[in-house]
């Protein structure tokens, strides 16, 4: 009896551990929103659960939709994979290089563009990057979002 709580307990910790991961970047979810000109990006994250957060964004310039994206972002062991479907692009997954409670950052080096992706929190404001190689130069694209209310 004794050998099978230490079993349960050590399951459980192992569980509480790994979810532990998905946790530690919770402050991704809800909605942020960036606005620049007639171009607007709104991006929304759905609160963890069974160690998964999913997310999605979408870009659009006046009234005309120009790019979107879905996200599943899930616990692999320790790691996270951030699992990417651009519009009119083959699935990407990149995983974590560095995860903190306000900030996470994601690569993969076989990727052409981006390499990284990244995602830091300041209160209300959310710093999003990409970044990598492109045309033989580095190149760093940012998106600064707001914190704004959910659609309902």
């Not at 532990?20 to 659960?49: H, T």
């Not at 699992?83 to 903190?100: C, D, H, L, M």
């Not at 996470?104 to 404001?125: I, K, M, T």
Request: charged content about 20%.
């Amino acid at each position: 009896m004794t050998r099978r709580l230490l079993v349960s307990a050590t399951l459980l910790a192992a569980s509480t551990l790994a979810s532990a991961q998905i946790g530690r970047v919770a402050w991704l979810a809800g909605c942020w929103s960036l606005s620049s000109g007639e171009r607007s990006v709104d991006e929304q994250w759905m609160a963890p659960r069974v160690a998964s957060m999913q997310g999605m964004s979408r870009t659009v310039r006046g009234d005309k939709l120009v790019a979107y994206e879905f996200v599943m972002l899930r616990e692999r062991g320790e790691l996270l994979d951030y699992e990417v479907s651009p519009s009119a692009q083959a699935r990407t997954v990149f995983t974590s290089t560095s995860i903190t409670d306000s900030s996470v950052v994601f690569e993969n080096l076989q990727h052409d563009f981006p390499q990284r992706v990244a995602y830091r929190r300041n209160g209300d404001q959310l710093l999003a990057w990409i970044e990598g190689p492109r045309n033989g130069q580095m190149r760093r694209i940012e998106y600064p979002y707001q914190r704004v209310a959910c659609p309902q």
